[in-house]
């Protein structure tokens, strides 16, 4: 299995465009995350997937992320208008789900200028 | 709400310095405990799964332990390729919920030759 599939893998974009970040899972995996990272506050989790259903989306920032599953081998985690703030790496990793590790795709760099 | 908590922030060793990582965690119902190491502009790799109090594993000079607060990587005689950030991250409560995992700020290793 080629992993976690993410893209694009940079990003570079003026603030109040629409940015689209997209992730292809592990196949079979029926848990999917999106987590940003950034140097001030680490890894930190957006919103999470089971079985193609949002599950906790608590840390969803506002209302200018949005992000779907419309099946089980395609995810993605949108924002719009985008800010300045939103600059960091963000990672979409899968899992079998219960309690099982976690793999993580190579990220999407994400600048807003 | 789940709590990770890794020290220390950074740490630097001469090869051949063995020495430990700490990952304190404050999570309802533990369902699992688990160390990644992320290196510079990649996503994190899993290394270990940690399920109950007093359980160890193993992988080349990594070792990972388990009490019911706290979790510990230690790593002997670490070399230069060793060098890396080292999370910690926790999956706690119940149902589907359970499945997301909680991660902490991280260890920063450097290992000079």
């Known amino acids: 299995d080629a992993g976690v599939i993410q893209s694009p893998r940079h990003e570079v974009t003026e603030m109040g465009q629409e940015v689209t970040l997209r992730c292809k899972p592990i196949?079979?995996?029926?848990?999917l995350f999106w987590y940003r990272q950034t140097m001030m506050r680490g890894l930190e989790l957006l919103i999470y997937?089971?079985?193609?259903?949002?599950?906790?989306d608590s840390g969803m920032p506002e209302d200018r992320f949005s992000a779907k599953m419309p099946n089980a081998s395609f995810s993605t985690l949108k924002i719009q208008p985008s800010e300045p703030r939103d600059s960091a790496v963000y990672f979409c990793a899968s899992s079998l789900g219960g309690p099982t590790e976690a793999f993580f795709g190579q990220g999407t760099r994400l600048t807003v200028v | 709400e789940d709590q990770v908590t890794q020290s220390p922030e950074a740490l630097r060793l001469q090869e051949g310095e063995s020495s430990s990582l700490n990952c304190s965690y404050t999570v309802s119902g533990l369902r699992g405990l688990f160390w990644y190491r992320q290196d510079p502009g990649k996503g994190p790799e899993f290394l270990f799964t940690?399920?109950?109090a007093g359980e160890e594993k193993e992988k080349e000079r990594l070792k990972a332990t388990l009490t019911k607060k706290e979790s510990f990587l230690h790593i002997t005689a670490p070399k230069p390729e060793d060098s890396a950030t080292y999370l910690c991250?926790?999956?706690?409560?119940?149902?589907?919920?359970?499945?997301?995992?909680?991660f902490g700020g991280g260890t920063r290793l450097m290992v000079k030759p």
């Open positions: 196949s079979g995996h029926n848990s």
């Open positions: 940690l399920y109950s």
């Open positions: 991250a926790v999956q706690g409560g119940e149902g589907n919920a359970g499945n997301m995992l909680t």
């Open positions: 997937f089971n079985n193609n259903v949002p599950i906790d």
